[in-house]
């Protein structure tokens, strides 16, 4: 009987021996799994500190200086649609600079001018990415473009500006050259002035650009628009 108790308490501990071993291989294979996903978060994080946005021109889009209404001339606006509560209205295109890739929802461009005279709220305006910010355009509505994802500040590929039926680009690429809206005035669909903020374009003062991305570098840039011509550069 003493062989026998004898025998089974030897298995009994080699089984217990082998359930040690296979729970510390386990712990091992954990703590590594771990460590390589920090290491990699850490290294994502610090890839993205030297993502930025590279820009290679800014153009007019859309000059609209008569509140809702497609007339060009500030001067000789119609009776009703007041001057200089309009759509002014960039396309800026850019790449990302950098080896990760970016969420357009993690960039964000700010405006400023320094020149604007109007009795607005504030001569500055902050943006995100993919955020629709205004009222849609006299000139969206009569050209029927105001379905497209640009006209919805999504990031596009050039040359999809009105395009209806483009993809919004979510995801950027480093290294691909992309199109989206800088959306420089936001009249809040009012008559009136005291809730306006951004900046019109103007032949009379320059306008400052900021683009930044969360975790990485800003991008600081001068808008100077020398014409009202759609296409023609401001950068």
């Known amino acids: 009987m ?21 729970a510390a291989v386990a712990s091992s294979v954990i703590i590594k799994s771990a460590e390589e996903l920090s290491e990699k978060t850490d290294q994502s994080r610090d890839d993205r500190q030297f993502s930025k946005v590279e820009i290679s021109d800014i153009q007019v889009f859309n000059y609209e200086p008569c509140w809702v209404h497609s007339h060009t001339d500030p001067e000789t606006c119609p009776s ?7 759509h002014y209205e960039l396309v800026m295109y850019f790449s990302i600079l950098g080896d990760v890739e970016l969420q357009a929802s993690e960039i964000h461009y700010q405006v400023s001018c320094g020149g604007e005279t109007l009795p607005i709220l504030s001569n500055f305006r902050i ?51 992309y199109a989206v809206m800088i959306d420089l005035f936001d009249n809040q669909n009012t008559a009136g002035e005291a809730d306006d903020e951004g900046c019109r374009i103007s032949l009379d003062f320059v306008i ?9 570098i800003d991008t600081y840039a001068i808008i100077d628009c020398d014409s009202y011509l759609l296409g023609s550069s401001c950068y």
Request: no cysteine; charged share 15%.
């Open 208 to 216: 400052d650009l900021n683009v930044f991305v969360e975790g990485g």
């Open 2 to 22: 003493h062989e026998s108790s004898g025998s089974i308490g030897i298995g009994a501990m080699i089984v217990f021996i082998a359930l040690i071993l296979v």
């Open 80 to 86: 009703g649609y007041p001057r200089d509560k309009g």
């Open 127 to 177: 943006v995100t990415f993919g955020t629709q910010s205004t009222w849609d355009s006299q000139s969206s509505l009569d050209q029927g473009y105001t379905g497209a994802p640009f006209n919805r500040q999504a990031v596009v590929l050039p040359g999809e500006e009105k395009d209806n039926t483009a993809t919004s680009i979510g995801i950027l690429e480093p290294g691909i050259t």
